[in-house]
């Protein structure tokens, strides 16, 4: 009897320490699937906003180019001088070039604020014959050339981004060409796609924002600008003199189960901050809902533990691996157009020199042939317009390059010549290497006849950062060499500049995210130009040499 009742006792203390270790293992498993969920979080938050950075500077300065290049034109001086016959083709130029450009304004002011021609001419909101001198963008673009300012509109009510560019010198200026860029579409895109975005200036006054009643909202800025604020100045800026303070949707609330994570990046042309706020909630709801699911089983099942929960895992892992591969492709792809299209802008301004050059031999050639014509050599007349329709193909090649590498569609892999990669990419920087002065060695023409199978656009987006690292490294008079060679099925195509080469400290972690040298850098070039290389089965690496720095990209030969 005495031993019945000490087994029962000890049964009672085994069910009693099993009830505790098993409770204690559930709190333990409920902490550390919380961790997990939350790191996931963070992770994902901090790609997706160094990609949502990216396309919005990539937007910014694909506008920035147009008031500078309206400031020079011959049309809108002439008008500034004086000359009102050409309003009315100023007013349709600048309508057109703002629907082409989807700008939501486009306008010129002479040097006392006063609109002389507008996209909207025709409208009735029409900005002409209105004066903006009040406007902080006006007043800054008159002092030191170029200013913007976001702000509400004085008629239309509706908030967007003024660039500012002064027409004439400082000493003597003639007026002020001007956009307005409006961002409804980038902000519906942002409903639909992410938990929260808004994007701050640097006094922490919200101006984009992917909830409509954030805007003008007052965040705690990262410098002191705040204590500076000029309410009247914000009234007009911004319709409220006093910004009200922006809380996050479940960080204002003392009882709610998890804070917001919120990532912040900077935007580098207009020192604003993007910030990016993720949910982390049904991660963390799904991750407790499946660590109690598996405690509650292992408890139940003692006997099939190990098989249980090595199953489950697996099965979890796949789930999870499956829809972070979808997305990790989805960002790739958008992080390669935003690297393609800030590219793009950096070396725009060599285009438009590559550009200039033949049309202005061009109109020398037109004028010769129309006096060789009125003096019946029309042989020779002939040659001169046949040199204009060589230097229009010229100019035909540089648009199409342009285009070709900013096209977002993915192209199917087909067999190209490292001679087209080569010329594709030395057509979008030449400008680039010839101010500079540097001496560009290139690959022997038998060796670049050589053919792969890749994606044209994706490997000259590969040599083009290349290049234009080496171009940046070089100082003026410098060197840079091409070289091609085989290596059993594998061509090398290696890039070698005369530069100050790669600081030791960086070399182990060169290709990954963010590393920089680079005072202005952001860090991905390397790291996206390395991820396209693998994808096409190939790679990108970093050789030493005694001088300079060497990278070279590996391909398979066709």
């Given amino acids: 009897m005495q031993v019945r009742l000490g087994r029962w006792y000890l049964a009672g203390i085994a069910a009693l320490a099993v009830l505790l270790i098993g409770g204690l293992a559930m709190l333990g498993l409920d902490r550390a699937m919380r961790v997990s969920a939350l790191a996931e979080t963070r992770t994902v938050a901090t790609s997706q906003a160094a990609i949502l950075?990216?396309?919005?500077?990539?937007?910014?300065?694909?506008?920035?180019?147009v008031p500078r290049v309206l400031a020079a034109d011959p049309e809108v001086a002439a008008l500034l001088a004086g000359e009102r016959g050409q309003q009315a083709v100023l007013n349709r130029r600048l309508a057109a070039l703002a629907q082409q450009t989807r700008a939501a304004a486009i306008y010129l002011m002479d040097a006392k604020g006063t609109t002389l021609a507008s996209s909207n001419w025709d409208r009735p909101d029409s900005f002409i014959g209105s004066n903006y001198g009040f406007r902080d963008y006006f007043a800054g673009a008159l002092a030191d050339g170029t200013r913007s300012e976001f702000a509400l509109g004085t008629v239309s009510r509706r908030p967007g981004l003024y660039l500012a560019q002064r027409v004439g010198p400082a000493e003597r200026p003639l007026?002020?060409?001007?956009?307005?860029?409006e961002f409804d579409s980038l902000e519906a895109r942002w409903r639909d796609a992410e938990d929260g975005v808004f994007v701050t200036d640097a006094g922490g006054i919200v101006l984009l924002a992917?909830?409509?009643?954030?805007?003008?909202?007052?965040?705690?800025p990262s410098t002191g600008a705040a204590s500076l604020r000029d309410p009247a100045r914000d009234a007009v800026r911004y319709g409220v003199a006093k910004p009200r303070p922006l809380l996050l949707p479940g960080n204002d609330q003392p009882g709610a189960p998890v804070r917001m994570i919120e990532k912040i990046q900077p935007i580098a042309p207009v020192g604003w901050e993007l910030h990016l706020l993720a949910d982390p909630a049904p991660r963390v709801s799904v991750a407790l809902a499946n660590g109690r699911l598996a405690g509650v089983s292992a408890l139940a099942?003692?006997?099939?533990?190990?098989?249980g929960v090595w199953q489950w895992q697996r099965l979890r892992e796949t789930r999870v691996a499956a829809a972070t591969a979808a997305q990790t492709a989805t960002l790739r792809e958008q992080l390669r157009q935003a690297n393609r299209l800030a590219t793009l802008g950096q070396i725009t301004a060599g285009l438009g020199h590559?550009?200039?050059?033949?049309?202005?031999?061009?109109?020398?050639?037109a004028e010769n042939g129309e006096r060789l014509l009125a003096a019946d050599r029309t042989d020779e007349a002939a040659a001169n317009f046949a040199r204009i329709a060589g230097l229009a193909a010229r100019i035909g090649e540089i648009t199409e390059e342009q285009l070709n590498f900013s096209r977002r569609q993915i192209e199917e892999p087909r067999l190209v010549t490292l001679a087209e990669v080569i010329d594709g990419s030395l057509l979008l920087l030449r400008d680039q290497i010839r101010q500079k002065g540097i001496a560009l060695t290139p690959p022997a023409a038998e060796a670049a006849t050589?053919?792969?199978r890749a994606r044209h656009v994706q490997l000259e987006q590969v040599l083009v950062n290349l290049l234009q690292n080496a171009v940046q490294a070089c100082e003026t008079g410098g060197a840079i060499v091409l070289a091609i060679a085989a290596?059993?099925?594998?061509?090398?195509?290696?890039?070698?500049?005369?530069?100050?080469?790669?600081?030791?400290?960086?070399?182990?972690?060169?290709?990954?995210?963010?590393?920089t040298s680079k005072p202005d850098g952001i860090g991905l070039g390397l790291a996206i130009s390395r991820d396209?290389?693998?994808?096409?089965?190939?790679?990108?690496?970093?050789?030493?040499?005694p001088a300079g720095a060497r990278f070279t990209m590996v391909m398979p030969a066709a």
């Fill in 53 to 65: 950075a990216a396309g919005l500077e990539s937007e910014l300065n694909k506008f920035s180019l």
């Fill in 450 to 452: 050589a053919t792969v």
């Fill in 532 to 545: 396209i290389m693998r994808q096409l089965g190939g790679d990108l690496r970093h050789e030493a040499v």
């Fill in 487 to 515: 290596e059993g099925a594998a061509l090398h195509l290696s890039v070698t500049d005369s530069g100050p080469g790669v600081p030791a400290d960086l070399v182990d972690t060169l290709f990954q995210p963010f590393v």
């Fill in 210 to 220: 992917s909830d409509p009643d954030w805007r003008f909202r007052a965040v705690p």
């Fill in 354 to 365: 590559e550009i200039r050059q033949p049309l202005a031999a061009m109109r020398v050639f």
């Fill in 175 to 181: 007026g002020v060409v001007a956009v307005k860029v």
């Fill in 301 to 307: 099942l003692l006997a099939l533990l190990a098989a």
